[in-house]
């Protein structure tokens, strides 16, 4: 089993819409985690860091379940320019480990 | 101005080659980091440099060999090519340590022949 696991997707939602992508972690230890996207042919950039009491940045919302060992990333009102993959990063091994999961794609159509 | 830079933006070799991508940040950060991201968009972490000491070195072949000079650069040597390096490979650094935001730089696409 991979340590950090999401669903590839895509997910096609219309604009509007509100769309939640989960992401698995199998290291029980896992100690911090962040959401990145990745724009077609560009480089990740951080989304948002996942605080273990859930935080909020406008229409975005991430969540930690440690009991049930996933993260999870809400985004409400979705934009045509929210289009892109979402990685999901687990820090574990005393923050001497980081995984990427393979990303989710999320497709905003008009 | 770039915050994370790197140079080339492509690189088409043969196999067997040597061949170096450069890497350099301008945000005054201590640690920098080496990614491979296969075709299946797969990110992996290769190496971190914490102010030039080596922090994370995960399993890769001995054919690749980071250098850095000073805590603004992170090179990446790889050494006889092989056809399954061809990926792109990001840069990236953070203030302190990997707990902090990762600024990414555009990323070298290699393609190996």
Known sequence: R????????????????????NCTYSNSASQSFFWYRQ??????KLLMSVYSSGNEDGRFTAQLNRASQYISLLIRDSKLSDSATYLCVGLSGGYQKVTFGTGTKLQVIP | DTAVSQTPKYLVTQMGNDKSIKCEQNLGHDTMYWYKQDSKK??????????KELIINETVPNRFS????DKAHLN???????LGDSAVYFCASSQYDVTDTQYFGPGTRLTVL
């Open chain 1, 2 to 21: 991979k340590e950090v696991e999401q669903d590839p997707g895509p997910f096609n939602v219309p604009e509007g819409a509100t769309v939640a992508f």
């Open chain 1, 39 to 44: 724009d077609c042919r560009k480089e990740p």
């Open chain 2, 42 to 51: 797969f990110l992996k972490i290769m190496f971190s440099y914490n102010n």
């Open chain 2, 66 to 69: 980071p250098k850095s000079p």
């Open chain 2, 76 to 82: 990446l040597h790889i050494n006889s090519l092989e």
